[in-house]
DNA sequence: ACCTGAACACCGTTCAAGT
DNA sequence: ACCTGAACACCGTTCAAGT
């Protein structure tokens, strides 16, 4: 069968699935695809260029329709959850993501979603821009912990052992106290948690420019 | 002359800045300290150990004591800052940075200060470390960004005519009417707009538990 | 204890040659 | 047009052997 940019695509996230971003590489992804090393070449500039198009496969299909008759600010808690979980759907989905520079399709449309969202919310352009640029931030660091984490040997035994390690009860008497939310074992809660931070700055910062 | 580690971690923070995270290679750190290619692995286990302490050194310092008589607010800005400042001083250090995931003596004052900082504004210990864990994921993936586009060829020309061939009036108005900030051409404002927005939503999540 | 020499098992990328 | 075969110029890491 003939390769296809979809099918090196749709494979290579399959194997990032398997291995892990450290190591997909353009070798294991042909063995996968079943040709001969230099032949995704034909389909892809490089490497790079490939794991951009993986990027936007990653956020396909993502702010597909927003809820209707909700406030605004549900509308971006709903829009970076859905953004949260098209990163979790992929292993080191977060860090392939970041990794692009690239404007990508898929990426340009949830900016626009959000970005015309809060200017709904009364913003004007640039604050609604770098909000967005703040909550994505967020998003993305966010998840990439996450994802690390997750990655761990020993589901983070070793890296707890570490840390107790390296906590100092004089020096560190604060994260010691907060030793059991350092771990982070709640990432959903976490995550949501830090969210509507961010959003409750969005709110202030917009009552403060509009009173 | 003899190895240290001290050596070492110095001659490789200024071969970072020479090349850039992703030339930074074993091979080229042993030109530059004049031994031979295996040498450096008696100093350090594996090359992510040595990107630790790399990482660890950018840090070196950081909150070496608060401005007295300040509110939180202003504490944790400034501590913000001064983190954005450190990463800031070689090239990608955001990236090298997020790219640790051991315990780092440094890290973990600049997480004691901000932890700290926050209790004392009366959060409790849970919220200030995620309040804590979303300010520094801004920090480092704001960073991260201006580090990328500072290293782009051409001062992002080319960057800026891939963004606008991709940007379409009919399913982008918002991005288009926001185009001439999203090419970001003032960080330190990009970044002191955001850290506002994420400190407000701490302080209204606070004034809101409190009340 | 600290470093060299030399190898092992990989990489991304290119490109003439095949079909 | 699309892929193979084979090479180029690299990597991180290990380890016997030297000093």
Redesign the interface.
Known sequence: MRLTRDHVVAVALDLLDEVGLEHLTMRKLADALDVRNGATYWHFRSKQALLEAMADALLAGLPAGLPAGQPWDELAAHVARRLRQALLSRRDGARLF?GS???L?NA??Y??TM??LL?GAGLD???????T??LT??V???V??EQ?TAA?PDGGQA?RV??DA??DPD?????L??RD??AAPHPTA?FD??L??????????RDRSTS
Chains 1, 2 share one sequence.
């Open positions: 970041s520079f690239f404007p399709p340009l449309a900016g626009e970005v015309g200017v352009h640039r604050a609604a821009t770098w909000a640029d703040t931030y967020y993305v660091a966010h990439t912990e690390l761990l890296a570490r840390l390296a906590l020096r560190h008497p604060h994260l106290a907060a939310d350092l976490h948690h830090g509507a931070l961010v959003i409750a700055g969005i709110r202030s910062s």
